[in-house]
């Protein structure tokens, strides 16, 4: 089933002010990490959070994890017009106990755009 | 963190054709990672790349049509085999950082359209 599944699908607003996407998943997890992708290049890791973690502060970035609710935000206050991308919630999960192995998966992302 | 490096950065090639992508690492990583992100799309994995051993297909990925190298713990490559124009897609190398937590890092991608 689909992990990490972001909405809104698309968030248009003004410079200077917050934009709000939220993640949810679907199984549990061990980590679960935002990306930022512009215009179809790379992805760029932005912020990890443990699942035992509930919120953690990057910069302008503020991300929130509530594991009850296997869900996810990630705020940035103050936007600029450079904050302008798709941003992708992924989740991981061991693929065995003790080992390295595991995979990421992503969500369908949320598309970004700051009006300057 | 990891600079990473893909070649080409994007190509234009005809259908029933491969395309071979290559991806650098500039440090000595264990884990590597193929994705395919198609137009508008998210992120699928495509197979994990272990040095010296066989890669790892996620399901609906097959070797014969993704064909993985991978000589050493700096470089993979990722071949797209008898090309259509469904495989047009941006295909992205990760590789796993070695740190408590795991994360990954990212290529810049390669932009592949089939005519």
């Known amino acids: 089933s689909q992990q990490g599944e972001e909405d809104p699908q698309a968030l248009s607003i003004q410079e200077g002010e917050n934009a709000t996407m939220n993640c949810s998943y679907k199984?549990?997890?061990?980590?679960l990490q935002w990306y930022r992708q512009n215009s179809g290049r790379g992805l760029v890791h932005l912020i990890l959070i443990r699942s035992n973690e509930r919120e953690k502060h990057s910069g302008r970035l503020r991300v929130t994890l509530d594991t009850s609710k296997k869900s996810s935000s990630l705020l940035i206050t103050a936007s600029r017009a450079a904050d302008t991308a798709s941003y992708f919630c992924a989740t991981d999960a061991r693929l065995k106990s003790g080992g390295s192995n595991y995979k990421l998966t992503f969500g369908k992302g949320t598309l970004l755009t700051v009006n300057p | 963190s990891a600079v990473i490096s893909q070649k080409p950065s994007r190509d234009i090639c005809q259908r029933g054709t491969s395309l071979t992508i290559q991806c650098q690492v500039d440090s000595q990583v264990t884990m590597m990672f193929w994705y395919r992100q198609q137009p508008g799309q998210s992120l699928t994995l495509i197979a994990t790349a272990n040095q010296g051993s066989e890669a790892t297909y996620e399901s609906g990925f097959v070797i014969d049509k993704f064909p993985i190298s991978r000589p050493n713990l700096t470089f993979s490559t990722l071949t797209v085999s008898n090309l259509s124009p469904e495989d047009s897609s941006i295909y992205l190398c990760?590789?796993?950082?070695?740190?408590?937590?795991?994360?990954?890092?990212f290529g810049p991608g390669t932009r592949l359209t089939v005519t």
């Open positions: 199984t549990s997890i061990n980590n």
């Open positions: 990760s590789v796993e950082i070695r740190m408590i937590p795991y994360e990954q890092y």
